[in-house]
């Protein structure tokens, strides 16, 4: 369901569930570690796919179809703009001169994700001097949690770590990223109180161009009603507006699709960026290195030398707070169709014609089309 990375065309879930497959398939099994598991409760999960003997089937009809991209349509709220791999090397290319400014909102800031991924991930851009220099950049914490700015510096500072190099003091670092970070309690569904956050947005903005990125760290169930809200309430007048969003994207291809169609009613294709945080992790990362650009296993990496392969998932805590999201979607949900079958999709696709976003789905979608699951 959620193989892109960034962007995706709408409806490409739902054309690869109608799609038939390839041949030669490949054989995917699931299956639950015994091994791992921790008196919390975690445990582990396995997807092992054994390749067959044969050549590559050529892209058909129906593949062709699927990896297509479509043209978004034109809507009125935020100020979408073509994104170029450039704006992909260094975050402060978002704000190139001094009369612009860069707020990013984590829409559920008080969850488990926020503190443990998002806000690190953000700091860690800023110790490496990702984001945008001087004053132009301030990070907001949104969530129905009452909290002041205090209690959320404080509560993100425990997560913060200095995981790259000691080249500088990592406290005043950290003293000086908090200093950017603020918090606005409020409803997901409220119009109201997302103009709270964008009187809240202009303050910190000044008279400065206005570019906002809205990360959703929250459960889609309540994707459209942020969107909406955001839309409508708190969307840069005289900049762009971009929404990151979090898989996992539905329940299944028809929601996913459904979602999509929601969306779009407020943004345009290039606004949304659909991730799963997951291939943030270096190992993840490293994979395409890995595979492309290493004379040792490239020539290696086939069917003919390769018998089958074994991707564990291992984790040594519980659900930890979580409880309510996994009774909504389930573990298998959440972890093989979207972390598993992610990095399946990276060990499986063919060469990409480049590194542009669109290209690797492509390969992507080519190689889950092709798996017997």
Not at 118 to 129: G, K, T
Not at 134 to 162: P, Q, W
Request: aromatic letters at 10%; charged letters at 25%; hydrophobic letters at 40%.
């Amino acid at each position: 369901m959620a193989l892109s990375c960034m962007r995706c065309p709408a409806g490409a879930a739902a054309r690869r569930a109608a799609a038939p497959p390839l041949s030669p398939t490949a054989a995917v099994s699931f299956a639950r570690c015994g091994f791992g598991r921790s008196a919390a409760g975690g445990g582990c999960w396995r997807i092992q796919a054994v390749a067959p003997q044969g050549v590559k089937a050529p892209m058909d009809a129906n593949v062709k179809n699927a990896v297509t991209p479509t043209t978004p349509p034109k809507v009125e709220n935020g100020s979408p703009s073509e994104i170029t791999l450039d704006e992909f090397e260094d975050l402060s290319g978002l704000s190139k001169n001094d009369d612009s400014t860069v707020s990013i909102t984590v829409v559920g800031a008080s969850g488990d994700l926020a503190k443990k991924k998002i806000f690190p991930a953000l700091f860690a851009l800023y110790y490496e001097d990702c984001l945008p220099k001087a004053c132009h950049f301030t990070i907001f914490g949104y969530a129905r949690s009452k909290m002041t700015d205090a209690e959320l510096r404080n509560m993100v500072s425990k997560t913060l770590t200095c995981r790259i190099d000691k080249r500088e003091n990592c406290s005043e670092k950290m003293d000086e990223f908090l200093k950017r970070c603020f918090y606005h309690s409020g409803q997901y569904d409220s119009e109201e109180h997302f103009i709270d956050l964008d009187k809240k947005l202009k303050q910190h903005e000044g008279s400065r161009v206005s570019n906002r990125l809205f990360y959703l760290s929250i459960p889609p169930n309540i994707f459209l009603d942020v969107v909406k809200c955001a839309s409508k309430s708190a969307s840069s007048v005289n900049g762009w507006t971009r929404v990151i969003v979090e898989k996992p994207f539905g329940r299944d291809s028809e929601s996913s699709a459904a979602l999509t169609r929601g969306l779009k009613q407020y943004l345009v294709e290039d606004q949304i960026f659909r991730i799963d945080h997951y291939l943030g992790k270096e190992l993840v990362e490293n994979l395409s290195v890995l595979r492309f650009s290493n004379l040792v296993f490239e020539p290696l990496w086939s069917r003919q030398y390769i018998r089958n392969v074994q991707l564990i998932f291992s984790e040594d805590f519980g659900t930890e707070g979580r409880g309510g999201y996994f009774d909504s979607y389930g573990i298998i949900r959440d972890i093989m169709q979207n972390h598993l079958l992610q990095i399946l999709a990276l060990f499986a696709m063919e060469t990409p014609i480049s590194l542009e976003a669109e290209d690797i789905r492509n390969e992507k979608v080519c190689a889950m089309l092709q798996q017997q699951l």
